[in-house]
């Protein structure tokens, strides 16, 4: 569907890539109707936005008869392909799309995308920066920040074009983009995929629809990701941690090496990296391959890769007082990721984790919490479940070594939370919110939990 003029669309959730979305097809001629479960008051702010725009709404439902007056049928990330009028509209053969799809469709640079369990965002943001550093007019968006349909209009040709996507936007497309990334695939948003299979099947259409002039970045260290190669016809390229690929980006003698048509070239010690933790490195290598196909010279990578300090709520330092340095982590919605900010310390750990679990595996985590954490401190709906699957872990492996937690508290919220790792935390610690569940038990997003974290911490 080229044309949006005249065309009948329906657009299911006015969340923030829904708003963006109607916005869009309205400007383009298009006859829109948004569709959302919350009522009216809910979504004043969104239809506030879209004021002046000619948009239909209907509220508190999704009905079946919607399918009757639409060509098209787009959705919200929040909205699952399993909902009713999802199904219904499958079986009778009407087109799927998002705001994604309609944007890599239409979008006249090459777009860089990437996708991943985890470290997306971090490598969104690294890409974006080197190619700024590089002189590029560069676009940043998607998963992250700004919905970049918002932008296709300013965009040229010769721009720079980061796109984050997330298995949400990915599980319906039938396009991919220029250069894709999967960084890794680990379990994540079960409560929404249900299976592995599903989770993969859906991270896989950024690299399936990729013909052999594309290309497709694929993290070696990771079996699901890796295993990738397989579905796409891109020209592949590799990052790792520690095996030397063939084409791509690898660590080796604490050197971050590129190599590239034959050329090994360093693009800084790994000392040099500013962020925290193993898996910021691996970030790096990501971010520098990806960079490296765009057209980026080494120096701007190097400048990059050894000043960036993260992205907001991303291990996010918030203060240093008596000796205690406070991490913002409420970017880490899956134990994955929960891991990574554990392992990103060698100082004793005050671990604040909780939220809304994702229905994902948990054990792992909490070994790791027992050999890394000092105190936990679990808050929120998940908190209970994290209590008992650490004391479990703790009383199994009280004999192994390296076990330092020394206590588990229980509170319902992170006002209570911040107050008690107060309490515990001394000299020499570090206090992490590091959650490993959503935000969504009490909080709009993780972005909204990391604020309040922040001022609470600012308060204390």
Request: aromatic residues 6%; negative net charge; glycine residues 10%.
């Amino acid at each position: 569907m080229q044309d949006f003029g005249g065309k009948r669309v329906v657009i299911l959730g006015l969340a923030r890539q829904g708003v963006a979305l109607a916005r869009f097809l309205a400007q383009s001629g298009a006859k829109v109707t948004v569709s959302d479960l919350s009522d009216k008051a809910a979504l004043a702010d969104e239809i506030s936005d879209l004021q002046g725009l000619s948009i239909r709404y209907v509220l508190g439902e999704h009905p079946l008869d919607l399918l009757d007056r639409a060509d098209l049928l787009c959705l919200s990330g929040g909205v699952p392909i399993d909902a009713p009028i999802v199904l219904e509209a499958r079986q009778r053969g009407m087109p799927l799309s998002n705001d994604a799809q309609i944007f890599l469709e239409r979008c006249p640079a090459p777009v860089i995308g990437i996708t991943g369990s985890a470290g997306k965002t971090t490598t969104t943001a690294l890409v974006g920066e080197m190619c700024r550093a590089a002189g590029f007019r560069t676009w940043v968006g998607g998963n992250i920040g700004n919905p970049l349909i918002t932008d296709l209009g300013e965009i040229k040709p010769d721009d720079r074009v980061v796109m984050e996507l997330s298995s949400f936007q990915l599980e319906l497309m039938t396009v991919s983009p220029h250069v894709a990334a999967v960084l890794n695939i680990t379990p994540n948003h079960l409560d929404r995929h249900e299976t592995m299979k599903a989770y993969i099947a859906a991270k896989r259409n950024i690299v399936a629809h990729q013909g052999k002039d594309d290309f497709a970045l694929l993290g070696y260290d990771d079996a699901n990701a890796r295993a990738l190669a397989l579905d796409t016809a891109a020209r592949l390229l590799w990052f790792s941690g520690g095996a030397e690929v063939e084409q791509g980006a690898f660590r080796t003698n604490g050197e971050l090496t590129l190599r590239m048509g034959g050329t090994d070239r360093t693009i800084c010690y790994a000392s040099d990296v500013r962020l925290l933790g193993r898996h910021n490195l691996l970030n790096v290598l990501a971010a520098s391959t990806l960079a490296g196909v765009a057209g980026v010279p080494l120096e701007a990578m190097r400048e990059v890769a050894t000043t960036f300090t993260g992205v907001e709520h991303r291990l996010e330092l918030v203060r240093e007082s008596g000796g205690v340095r406070w991490y913002n982590d409420s970017m880490a919605t899956a134990p994955e990721r929960s891991l990574a900010a554990l392992r990103a310390f060698e100082e004793p750990i005050v671990l604040l984790a909780g939220g809304r679990d994702k229905n994902l595996p948990w054990d792992e985590f909490a070994g790791e919490a027992t050999r890394r954490a000092r105190q936990l401190v679990t808050f929120g709906e998940a908190g209970p479940m994290i209590a008992r699957v650490v004391k479990k872990s703790l009383n199994g492996g009280a004999g192994e070594p390296g076990a330092m937690l020394e206590g588990i508290t229980r509170v319902e919220t992170l006002e209570e939370a911040v107050s008690a790792a107060a309490r515990l935390a001394r000299s020499g610690d570090v206090v992490l919110l590091s959650p490993g569940g959503t935000s969504f038990d009490a909080f709009r997003d993780f972005a909204e939990r990391g604020e309040r974290f922040k001022t609470l911490v600012k308060a204390l």
